[in-house]
Every structure is written in structure tokens, then in C-alpha cells.
């Protein structure tokens, strides 16, 4: 009898966002079914209790076993190219599980001066507090990675390409240093997604996602996950398990839809953002130019640009500016724009604005804020799938708002 052969074990991205991971029920339902159920029926109580030992697979409890939200995992695991996944109730649910499950008081964890302004905090702030020492470092300066190291070092975390300078950072080089000290490394890959980045075929160790920004794509529900090997990935759902940040399995379906048009969308994010950067790059060389600085990996201006054009298959759809002036001067622009949305999410069909110093990074003390690069003149914008000339406009009318 000749073995069946997985029909997608050699498919291409696009097919595995769309096919990986679903189990048809007995219905035989062509679209991925909602099992809106909080528990789980077993045939008799030798069955019951081989599933809550372990010893059977199967569902037990809908707190860490659900077959909607497994399907959402084992999609997530192929795009990735990990083992398993785990999902959780937000992105940070999925950096906190990961920590939790992989560190204890006493360890070290060496992260990005560029990270999200809560994950900052997260570390500081929570860690810190049971006993697990920090430390920020310039991500682009890779000897600062390996200066950093201490006996104790058991993680490293990044976020590439960060939010919102869009730093790129060389996953490999550190992955090879974490390695050589035997820790992980830990890569947020918020912005990129498997549609433009692969972490762990890089050298990383775990992947970690909002599905709340890309993922869904359509800013609808707030999910996360943590993608890497079985043995990792157990703890984490050990965590969860214990612990209670699970996503729901009505979210994990609209993540699922999401992941069918992940690659349209990412191709199309990253063409608008490129126009967009470009014209924004074009008005500092006016007579009197309002703009300072553009920060976006796909100009051959930005400093990681080579190196994002080696690691990522496209630029993503994430920019951030300066405006001449400071605060009064951004909120002015922000205020002007008309189609922009002014929220923190970012990943969305619509175009977004927001100040991040008074926002997403406005948690942070002054000196962090400076060591990071947020200023009070910085602008991010998460670029959707409108008309690039509708959102040019917008820019423009933030311009025309800005003080001389």
C-alpha cells in the first residue's frame, strides 16, 4: 500500500494561508466552522481521564484546547515554519506566556532599545519585579548584544523591523550570539509577518504576533501567538493553560479568515507605503522643507535597507517622519488629515496616524523615550489599502497645517 504523501507539505505560502491546518468535521464544511463551546463531552470516565493526564490527545477544556483556535495555530506554525504554535488573547498575552514559561527569577534577558513601548514596560516593570534583571541595547550595534551578556542571559528579544523607527535588525548575527551562550531569541514579527519575514529560518528561536495587526488585517479582534519548537511551545501552553490568556475561538476564526488574504494584503501595504515614503522623502528638498527625516526600510536612504532587502522579501507597511517643530507642530499635521485615522492599531485596511510619544510609547520615562528615538516631532503612520493619491492628499493637508 503506497503512503499517502501531505499534499502541502511542499506548498507555497499563499497555500498554506489559505489551506494548512484544517480538519473537516463529519458536516464536511468547506469554510473553517466556529466550535462556540466551552467544554467537551467525553465517551466515558477512562476516556476523561486519560485526556486531562495527557496520556490521549484530544479536547478537554476550551481555556487551552479548542479546535477552531488549533486550527489557527497549526496555520500559523506552517506560514512560520515552526513546530507549533500557541495563541493567546493579545500579542503581549504571547511575550508574557513566553516569559513565564521560559524564565524564572534570577535570569537575565538582553531586548531592543526598539521595542513596543508596553513591552518595554512589560520587562521593566513586571519582570523586574519578580527577579528577572534587563537590559536595553542600541539592535543595530550587534556587538552591543554580545557586551551585554551575563552569566545568567537566558533571552534575547527583538523586534525587526521596530516600532516605529522601522531599525532592521540582523537576526542571524544575534541568533548566532544568543546561541553561542545557550539562549534563545525571541523575534516579534508584528510588522513583517511570515508574508515578508521568516524568524526561525534565520537563526530564532520563537516568533511572537500580534494577530491583532496583520493577521486579522481589518483591525476586528485582539489576539496573539507564540510560534517555535514542540518543547517550547509546550511551556507556553502550560502557561496558558494555567494561567487563562486564551484567545477565543470566534476571534481565531477571524484570524483564520485574515491569514486566506495575508499575502494580497502585505504586497499591497507595502506598495502603499513605499509611495507614500518616497513622496514624504521628495519634500525635503523643498525650498523650505517641514519634513526632517522619513524613517522606512524600502529607501535606499534608510540605514538598514540592504539588510532589510537580504532578510525580508518586501519593506512592510509601517513608516514614521519628523515634522520641523516639536509636539505642537505633529499634532497639527495629525489633526489636518482627514482620512487618516487617528489610533495606535496599526495592520488595518484603513491608513492610521499617531503621535507615539504621547501614545503607544508614552508610558515611557523621557530618558527612555530618548534612548529610543521617540521624539516629539515623530509621526507613525500605518499605511492601508486605500488609494495612494487620496492618502498623498492627506499628507499634504498635514502640511499645509504646520506653522512656518
Known amino acids: 500500500m503506497t503512503e499517502e504523501l501531505d499534499p502541502l507539505a511542499e506548498a507555497h505560502l499563499a497555500t498554506l494561508a489559505v489551506r494548512a491546518g484544517q480538519v473537516r468535521s463529519a458536516e464536511g464544511e468547506h469554510s473553517e466552522p466556529i466550535f462556540t463551546t466551552s467544554s467537551y463531552v467525553f465517551a466515558s470516565a477512562e476516556e476523561a481521564a486519560a485526556r486531562f493526564s495527557g496520556e490521549q490527545d484530544g479536547n478537554v477544556y476550551s481555556r487551552y484546547t479548542n479546535p477552531t483556535v488549533r486550527t ?17 488573547a493579545s500579542g503581549m498575552a504571547a511575550i508574557l506566556s513566553t516569559c513565564l514559561a521560559l524564565l524564572k527569577s534570577g535570569d537575565h534577558v538582553i531586548c531592543s532599545r526598539s521595542v513596543f513601548g508596553t513591552t518595554s514596560v512589560l520587562f521593566t516593570k513586571f519582570m523586574g519585579k519578580f527577579g528577572v534583571e534587563i537590559s536595553f541595547v542600541n539592535p543595530t550595534q550587534i556587538d552591543q548584544w554580545r557586551k551585554a551578556i551575563q552569566p545568567n542571559t537566558q533571552l534575547f528579544f527583538m523586534e525587526t523591523p521596530s516600532n516605529p523607527l522601522c531599525d532592521v535588525i540582523d537576526i542571524g548575527a544575534v541568533a548566532d550570539i544568543a546561541h553561542a551562550t545557550k539562549a534563545r531569541l525571541v523575534v516579534d514579527n508584528c510588522f513583517c509577518t511570515p508574508a515578508l519575514q521568516r524568524p526561525l529560518s534565520l537563526g530564532a528561536d520563537i516568533v511572537i504576533h500580534s494577530a491583532t495587526k496583520y493577521l486579522d488585517g481589518q483591525g476586528r479582534c485582539v489576539g496573539g501567538a507564540a510560534v517555535g519548537n514542540a518543547e517550547d511551545m509546550d ?50 528638498s523643498s525650498q523650505q522643507p517641514l519634513i526632517e527625516q522619513v524613517f522606512y526600510a524600502g529607501l535606499p536612504s534608510h540605514p538598514g535597507h540592504a539588510l532589510a532587502a537580504q532578510q525580508q522579501t518586501d519593506f512592510g507597511g509601517v513608516l514614521s517622519f519628523k515634522v520641523v517643530g516639536g509636539r505642537e507642530q505633529a499634532w497639527r499635521f495629525i489633526n489636518a488629515t482627514q482620512i487618516m485615522s487617528l489610533t495606535a492599531n496599526l495592520g488595518d485596511a484603513k491608513t492610521t496616524i499617531v503621535h507615539p510619544a504621547t501614545t503607544t510609547h508614552g508610558r515611557l520615562s523621557d530618558q527612555e523615550k530618548m534612548d529610543a528615538g521617540i521624539t516629539e516631532n515623530l509621526i507613525r503612520v500605518a499605511v492601508g489599502l486605500e488609494d495612494s493619491r487620496d492618502l498623498i492628499a492627506d499628507l499634504q493637508r498635514g502640511l499645509a497645517a504646520i506653522v512656518k
Open 235 to 284: 511551556a507556553v501552553l502550560g502557561v496558558v493553560r494555567t494561567c487563562g490568556p486564551t484567545m477565543s475561538p470566534f476571534n481565531a476564526w477571524v484570524f483564520l479568515k485574515g491569514l486566506e488574504t495575508l499575502q494580497l494584503r502585505m504586497d499591497a501595504h507595502s506598495r502603499n507605503a513605499m509611495t507614500l515614503a518616497s513622496w514624504l522623502y521628495e519634500q525635503r
Open 72 to 88: 489557527f495555530q497549526d496555520r500559523l506554525a506552517a506560514l512560520e515554519g515552526g513546530e507549533a504554535a500557541v495563541a493567546t
